[in-house]
Nanobody, 125 residues
Framework: QVQVAESGGGLVQAGGSLRLSCTAS????????MGWFRQAPGKERELVSC????????QYGDSVKDRFTISRDNTKNTLYLQMNSLKPEDTAMYYC??????????????????WGQGTQVTVSS
């Protein structure tokens, strides 16, 4: 069983920055493909970004490209999401997800089998 936990959410003004962190334990971290997803009230869960096991490949949702950066430190079992130039529409619950079956990366949340509880990000205008 893999335990996933996010941290770093909070309230920030538009144009500001936040960094989310996610730790995963229970399996070797570099055996896990990782992703960040978000869900706003009344909306479907959507991809923010995902990253391959080694960190060499990343993908981003169209709405966050050029503003958010995903990275991972396999020596610290930690995934990061640096969020810059935040907008009110970025307000959502952000979830960290892990998969030990996806070899490269996956955009579909159904491909991830381990999820954290989420951390709230609120961007005020």
């Amino acid at each position: 069983q893999v335990q996933v936990a996010e941290s770093g959410g909070g309230l920030v003004q538009a144009g500001g920055s936040l960094r989310l962190s996610c730790t995963a334990s229970g399996l070797p971290f570099d055996d896990l493909t990782m992703g960040w997803f978000r869900q706003a009230p009344g909306k479907e869960r959507e991809l923010v970004s995902c990253i391959s096991r080694s960190g060499s490949n990343t993908q981003y949702g169209d709405s966050v490209k050029d503003r958010f950066t995903i990275s991972r430190d396999n020596t610290k079992n930690t995934l990061y999401l640096q969020m810059n130039s935040l907008k009110p529409e970025d307000t959502a619950m952000y979830y960290c997800a892990a998969s030990n079956s996806v070899v490269w990366f996956a955009l579909d949340p159904r491909r991830y089998n381990y999820w954290g509880q989420g951390t709230q990000v609120t961007v005020s205008s």
